[in-house]
């Protein structure tokens, strides 16, 4: 499993990867190790070629939905309780919790929040 890849097929998996094909998968059909296809996909290897943007595809197992998560982000923003939002989604409070914080969905955008700038203790007035 030492093949090389050239720029071609590079390209050919980066798309493929982008619509939502198992890296695992590709790795098996075009005879190069998982790792390869992990660092091109990273950018470590072939860094020139076009990268795709991230597809907009359902997660393997996940019972939420990128649309799901931006309704999730809309929520908390408004007030509503983690505990209430995992329970109307069936999933765990921590998830939720996680989603919030950006530590999950890292890909799907977050909403805009305004946040008040920090004073240096020395500058608030007494």
Do not use: H
Request: one cysteine or more.
């Amino acid at each position: 499993m030492n093949k090389k890849l050239d720029a071609t097929t590079a390209q050919t998996i980066l798309n493929r990867v982008t619509s939502g094909e198992r890296q695992k998968d590709l790795a098996a059909e075009f005879d190069v190790s998982p790792a390869a296809v992990s660092n091109l996909v990273a950018g470590k290897s072939w860094p020139n070629l076009t990268r795709p943007t991230t597809p907009v595809v359902p997660r393997r197992g996940a019972k939420l939905t990128p649309e799901d998560i931006r309704v999730i982000l809309q929520r908390l923003q408004a007030g509503d309780k983690t505990g209430q939002v995992a329970l109307d989604y069936g999933v765990t409070r921590q998830a939720i919790v996680n989603i919030k914080k950006g530590t999950a969905w890292k890909d799907v955008p977050r909403p805009e929040t305004s946040r008040p700038a920090r004073r240096k203790v020395w500058e608030v007035p007494c």
